[in-house]
Every structure is written in C-alpha cells, then in structure tokens.
C-alpha cells in the first residue's frame, strides 16, 4: 500500500486553518489534503482547555483512521490545548502543530516591542508562556488577548466598520510607545492582516506562523519518504456545520490574497 498517497488532514477550530492550508499547497501542490473545520463549536479560544482538547479529539478521530499519513493542527489554540495528547494517541502519524511567530519576530526586531496577538487560551498556556520566557530578555513582547475577531473571520467579515472599531478598541492600549512587530497567534488573524497593517501603520511588521507550519509539515514528509510525487494534488474542504453557505466562504477564503 502506497503511503504517499494518503492525505493530510488539515484540523482547525473553524476557517482560520484555512490560511495554513493556503501555505501547505502553496509548497507541497500535489498532496491531498482534506480541511475539517469545527465552525460548530467556533470560536475554541474561549473555552477552558480541556473542553478544547476533547472538541479537538472529537472532531478529528474518525478521520484519522482513514488514510491519513500526517494530521495539521492549523489552530494555535488546539496546538496548545492538545498537540501533546494527539502526538501520545497517534505515535504512528506525523502531527504538526501551528505556533506564534515570535522566534522570527525576535530575530527581525532585536530589542524591539512585539505585540502578540492571540486568543485567552493561547495566551494562558504554559506552552506559550515558556516561549514568551525565551524571547523576554531580548525583545519587549506584550501578550494582547483579542476575543471577538475570530467571529468577524467566521461570517466573512474581512473589512467593514464594525470590524475596525472593535479591532481599534483591542489595539488601543498597546499603540502608545510604538510597535515594531506584531505576531499573529491565532491562524484566523492572517486574514484581518491588511486591516490590521492600515490601523497600526507601516512600520510594524506582522508575521503569522503558517510558513513555518508548512515549511516543518514538508521536511517531516520528505524525511519518512511520504511526499506525494504528483502533477496535481487535491483538496476537500469539510466543516462540522455541514452547510453549503459554510462551504462557499472556504472556498472564499482560500483565494483570499494574503
């Protein structure tokens, strides 16, 4: 049986994955992926870790068992609820999680105020906590919980007026002393960027983590002989909503510029 043709299971807690899955086929365009997103149970950032960790579980399990050579956890706060547990129950799959950008942000402003956007849960776990620790000493980093923009992303709502006040009145308390990069922590955020970048301005870089998601999924791939050697991969797109509205602004997004 042919392993490298099985597909990669790309899991978010709604559409935001959907911007990792965007980087996925930018650099691995033959694989088959197959996109879950849990928009039933969205947004996952605002509930206690565990009911995160066993929606996680819930929404994946079946899938698993059916021809998935690697599973990516395209939701920062999934990654930080349940990546340990995924990897401990599937020891034989490949399983990748999404981090915040802050060692690439660290690195392209030594010294400098960084301002991590995320969700409550990503933002409390020790896992984000030991890598906020790391940079600490080198840059000032200021962690910035953001309820409510995941909702905007998961009704389609990339730019309109209610989107910019509600996002002005999260960026408001850390706009004074300047920003010089701002990492977006959760995988939903990608797709507020432009909006994002006229609000803060020009001179703060912003950085999101699915290149890097993309770039580990390809060399994890590539060092267990598993890349799909193919013209043309595909993709499926499924959501736990089940509607064909759902399916339509997927599909949307997934064309979004970003």
């Known amino acids: 049986m042919n392993k490298q043709n099985d597909r990669i299971l790309v899991f978010d807690s709604g559409l935001g994955g959907l911007s990792v899955l965007r980087e996925l086929i930018r650099i691995m365009p033959g694989e088959r992926y197959l996109y879950l997103g849990d928009s039933r149970n969205a947004p996952y950032g605002t509930r206690p870790t565990d009911e995160v960790r066993n929606l996680t579980f819930r929404a994946i399990e079946e899938e698993m068992e059916q021809g998935v050579k690697a599973l990516v956890v395209a939701c920062n706060t999934a990654t930080t609820a349940a990546i340990e547990e995924l990897r401990q129950r599937y020891p034989d799959k490949i399983v990748i999680g999404v981090e915040p950008a802050l060692k690439l942000a660290a690195e392209r402003c030594p010294g400098g105020r ?48 209610e ?33 994002i970048q006229s609000l803060v301005g020009g001179q ?19 060092a267990e002989g598993l890349i799909r050697m193919a013209q043309e991969g595909e993709v499926e797109l499924r959501n736990s909503l089940g509607k064909a509205e759902i399916l339509s602004l997927s599909a949307k997004l997934l064309e979004v510029r970003l």
């Open 114 to 161: 960084i301002v991590v956007m995320a969700t409550g849960v990503t933002l409390r776990e020790p896992k984000f906590c030991a890598l906020m620790d790391r940079f600490s000493a080198t840059s000032r980093i200021v962690p910035l919980p953001c309820p409510g923009l995941v909702e905007f992303v998961e009704s389609g709502q990339l730019d309109t007026p």
């Open 204 to 222: 703060a870089e912003i950085l999101d983590g699915a290149h890097g998601t993309a770039q580990q999924t390809r060399r994890r791939l590539k």
């Open 163 to 195: 989107l910019r006040a509600h996002l002005m009145e999260l960026l408001r308390p850390v706009l004074p002393g300047g920003i010089d990069a701002i990492v977006l922590g959760c995988t939903h955020f990608p797709f507020l960027k432009p909006v």
